[in-house]
C-alpha cells in the first residue's frame, strides 16, 4: 500500500512516543502467555485431548481439561468452554436463565446492558416470546456516574431494600455505549461491597473485550460468573466459534444446566474436532490481545494527531481493545470504513456501503475483513450514521497488518478532506 509522506512521519512519531507503553502491554502478554503455559502444564495437555467425539461425547478428556483450564485462568472454581454457544449473547442468555427463578429481580449496575441482551431480559421485544420477563423476572438498573464510576450508595441501598435481587450483572466493556470500561480492580471493590451486606447474590459480568488485557479477570476478585465469546479475545483470533462461562462451582452448575437440560450439565457435548483450535486459541489470546492493544493504540496517537476527538486517548489506561474515533461526517466515517476494509486480510476488494440493519434506527455500515465470520479480535469496525459519526473499532490479529489497515483508514480520510478542499 501507498501512503503519504505526512502519514509515515506520523506513523514514526507514534511509535516513538507508544515504546513505553508497547513495553507495558508486551509484559501483561508474557505474565498471561505464562499463566496460560502453566496451566497447559498442570493440566497436561497432551496431542489426544485434540481427538473428535461424536455423539452425546461423554468422557471427552480434551473437553474437560479445556474447562479446567478456563476455570484456572478466569480465576474461578469452574468453567465450561463450547464450540456449540453460538455467540456472546447466547452464552450470557445462559447464565442470567441458569441463574434466575419467577420473582426474581435481575439488577445491573453499570447502566444498560448489551445491545442484544434487551429482548433476552425483556425490556424490548414482543411479550410471550420467552423472554426472562415473561417468566416473572423483573429488571432494575443503576446508570455509572458521569466519571464512569459504580454509584455505589445507590447500588448497597436497593441491594438493601429489594431482598428478591438475585443477580447483580455488570458489563466490563464499553461495548457501544459512551462510557468507560470498568477496570477488574473497580469491580473488585464493588464485590467487595456487597458481599459486605449480602452473600446470597450471583455477581454475573458480561467480560467481551476484556480477557487478557489485564492479568487479572473479574473472577479473581469474586464474580460469580463471568461470560465471553470465543470469536472475541479468549479465541485468539483461532476458535472458530463458541463461547466461556466460568464461576463458581454453583453457579457454573446451575448455567450448565440451561446449556444442555437439568441433570445432564457439562458431561455431555462432542466436541466435533473443535477442541484443538479452541486450545490453540487460548495459547495465542494473551498474544492476540496485546496485537490488538498496540493497534488500538497506534490508532489512538495516529487520528488524535490528525486532529479527530478519540476515546480513550493514547496515554490513557486501557480495559479492554476497543477503540473509537469521531469522524464528524457521514462520508468520514464510510472513508474510514473503507480504509479498514482495504487494509484486511480478506475481502480487501469489497466497498462498505451503509444499510438499515434490523433494530437499529439509523443506517450503519460496518467493514470486516476476516478469516472468521464476525470476528471482533480481527481488525474490524462499525457505526451508526449519525452525529458525532463515530467509528467503533477492534482487533487486529497482527499488529503489523492492524498498522495497515489504521494507515489505510487514516490515507482515506486525508484524501476525502483533500477532495472537498
Ligand atoms: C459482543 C458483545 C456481546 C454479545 O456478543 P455477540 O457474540 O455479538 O452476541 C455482549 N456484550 C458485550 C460487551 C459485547 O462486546
Redesign the pocket.
Known sequence: MQFSQELISLAAAAETALAGRFAAIDAVAFANTDRVMDSFRAHRVSDSMFQSSSGYGFDDKGRETLDAIFAELMGTEAAFVRHNIV????A?SIGLFGLLRPGDILYSVAGKP?D?LEQVIGISGKAGDGSLADFGVSYRQTELNADGSFRTDEILNTLKTEPQIKVVFL?R?K?YLNRKTLSVEQIGDLIRKIREIKQDVFVVV?N??GEFVETREPGHVGADLVIG?L??NPGGGMAECGAYLAGTARAVELASYRLTSVGVGVEQGATLGQNKSLYKGVFYAPHTVAQALKTALFAAYVFEKLGYTVEPKWDEPRYDIIQTVQTGSAEGLCAFCRGIQKGSPVDAFVTPEPWDMPGYTDQVVMAAGGFTQGS?IELSADGPLRAPFTAFFQGGLTYESGKLGILSAAQMLLEKKENKA
Open positions: 455467540s456472546g449473547t447466547h450470557l448489551y442484544t458489563q466493556s461495548g458480561d467481551c473485550y465469546s470469536i472475541k471482533s
